[in-house]
Structures are given as structure tokens and as C-alpha cells.
């Protein structure tokens, strides 16, 4: 049975990863970081007339990673495949902008994903599109590595002052982040984390295509993964009807940003609206829901011990 000393070992263990996993600007003042946004930047335009993504933002709001405000309030999801095959030339349009937005701000090259609803953005490195790809998801905007790719929403409802600005923003913040106020020696740390955190446990991130996604299995590994969450720390499901995220209500912002902060350096993908929690739901890489369900047990932990909760 492990000890009092042995839990706390975990918790400042976990305490270090957290400060690993934050840009060099976060790491000694993490709850002075007030999630209050900046408002939103208004676009411009090229003689063109198309949107100058990179003449848009002088600075960018924090990161929802270190406690900043989420650049979404919910989650902003790919199109689906029914109204892809609708809308085809006006999906092919929104793809077109969305990769031509992130080439513009960051340098980086995306084209269109043979996955309908995604885009794929390449980067530098498989370090680079983890980290990345945590980032972008505490800012509700969907995504998912793979190697060294990022996947990152689209569809053809998708409007450039709205959705389309935000998955560029998403992409362009915490890339800022990532290149301008994360240095290389921390990259190798961070690197050193993830092989770490796999040693521990395999990533889960939510799913991402609608092939993975079975409805009856899915909603009723939604209710196990609750049930076991709520008789261990009393949280309680928050009842959103999104079949790849369980919403856990922590009644308090603070907790709900720390408890999805843990999560992330526990290898679990993790965001948060307002004071709902959200943690993946995914049969593929986590079958039973166990290693969610520990993960978020122990992140509860982490709260209760610092006085969170």
C-alpha cells in the first residue's frame, strides 16, 4: 500500500512536469496567470481580398495551457462527412484558407488530410506536434498528432471571421509560445517527459474520426468511465452530448484548469469550459477507460493535497 511520503513524491513529481511543460515566461508565477481574454483581433485584408493573417495580432492572450483563457469557450469540432460530400467546393475553399492562414503565421506547411474534417500541419518535430497538439485543445479548438503531424478542424460551414480565424489563431498562438518563449534545451526536457509519461501509460487523446467513433460503445464506456469517476471523487458528469469527451463539473474554475493541467502531464488530453472539466473518451487507446479514470483520480488528488479543491 503506498504511504503518505510515497503520494506526495507523485505530487511534486507531477508538479515538476507541469513546470517542464510551461514556456520559460510561466514556470515561476503559474497561479498569478488570470484567465481573462484580451478580446478578440479584428481581421485585415490584402490588396487581394483575402485576409492578412500575419498582420493581425501584436501579441497573443496566455496560454489556456498555463491558466490563460481558452481562445474558444467550447469546443469547436471538424464537419462531419454527410455534410462534407454537400458542401464539397465550399470544404475544399475553407481547406484552401485554413492551410494558406498557417503557412502565413507560423511557416509551417498543411495540406488536406485524406481524413474528411482535418487538415494536417506538419512540423518540425514529433516533440513540437505533441506539445502542440496538447496547446491547441486546451484552447477548444480540436486536434491530434501523429509522427510529425498536427490534425486541425475543418468543414464547410466554417466561416473566415469566425471558424476558420480561429483555428488560424489557435495555431498561431501557441506556436508563438512554442518557438518564441520556449527555448531548445527545454525542448529535450519536454521530449524526455513524453517518453517518460509513455513509459507510464499510453497517450489518450480523443477521437478524432468518425470511423473510431460507435455510438452504443461509446456512451456506454461515457457512463462506466463516470460512474467510477464519481464514486472515487464525487465528481459528477456534467451531461454534454459529445460521445468523444466526459464532462466532469468541478464547480470551481481554478480546480477545473489544475485538474486539466495534471492530466496533460499524466498523458491524458484534457481541456476545460468555464468550470467543466473534460477528459477523452476513446475505446481505441483506452479500452476500458481505466487509464482515464486513474488519471483523473490522481489529478483530483493533486487538487485536494495543494488545497485546490
Same mark, same amino acid.
Given at each position: ?38 478580446? %478578440? ?30 481562445? &474558444? ?37 498543411? #495540406?488536406? %488530410?485524406?481524413?474528411?474534417? /482535418? ?32 490534425? @486541425? ?42 517518453? &517518460?509519461?509513455? %513509459? ?15 455510438? %452504443?460503445?461509446? /456512451?456506454? @464506456? ?29 464547480? #470551481? ?32 487507446? #483506452? ?17 485536494v493535497s495543494r488545497k485546490i479543491f
Amino acid at each position: 500500500m503506498r504511504g503518505y511520503s510515497d503520494e506526495h513524491e507523485t505530487f511534486d513529481d507531477l508538479e515538476s512536469r507541469l513546470t517542464a511543460m510551461l514556456p520559460a515566461m510561466y514556470q515561476n508565477n503559474q497561479d498569478e496567470v488570470r484567465a481573462v481574454s484580451m478580446g %478578440s483581433a479584428g481581421l485585415k485584408y490584402g490588396a487581394d481580398g483575402k485576409a492578412a493573417w500575419n498582420e493581425i495580432w501584436g501579441s497573443f492572450c496566455d496560454l489556456a495551457m498555463a491558466g490563460g483563457p481558452p481562445h &474558444k469557450g467550447m469546443l469547436l469540432d471538424p464537419g462531419d462527412k454527410q455534410e462534407i460530400d454537400a458542401g464539397a467546393e465550399r470544404y475544399d475553399n475553407v481547406v484552401e484558407e485554413i492551410c494558406r492562414g498557417i503557412a502565413m503565421v507560423t511557416g509551417l506547411y498543411a #495540406d488536406p %488530410s485524406p481524413l474528411p474534417g /482535418w487538415i494536417r500541419m506538419h512540423c518540425t518535430s514529433a516533440v513540437m506536434a505533441r506539445w502542440l497538439a496538447h496547446a491547441i485543445v486546451m484552447e477548444n479548438v480540436s486536434a491530434g498528432f501523429k509522427g510529425l503531424g498536427i490534425y @486541425l478542424p475543418a468543414g464547410p460551414r466554417y466561416r473566415v471571421e469566425k471558424e476558420i480565424k480561429n483555428v488560424v489563431t489557435a495555431v498561431a498562438k501557441t506556436t508563438h509560445y512554442w518557438v518564441e518563449h520556449t527555448p531548445r534545451e527545454q525542448h529535450w526536457v519536454i521530449a524526455k517527459l513524453f517518453l &517518460k509519461m509513455d %513509459s507510464e501509460s499510453p497517450v489518450v487523446q480523443a477521437l478524432l474520426f468518425e470511423d473510431d467513433i460507435q455510438d %452504443s460503445r461509446q /456512451w456506454m @464506456l461515457v457512463s462506466k468511465m463516470t460512474a467510477c469517476i464519481f464514486e472515487r471523487t464525487g465528481l459528477r458528469s456534467a451531461n454534454l452530448p459529445h460521445a468523444a469527451w466526459l464532462g466532469l463539473d468541478c464547480s #470551481d474554475l481554478r480546480a477545473a484548469i489544475w485538474m486539466m493541467r495534471v492530466l496533460v502531464v499524466s498523458n491524458v488530453f484534457a481541456r476545460h469550459e468555464g468550470t467543466v472539466l473534460l477528459v477523452p473518451v476513446n475505446p481505441v487507446s #483506452d479500452p476500458d477507460g481505466e487509464v482515464v479514470v486513474r488519471m483523473v483520480v490522481r489529478a483530483y488528488g493533486f487538487c485536494v493535497s495543494r488545497k485546490i479543491f
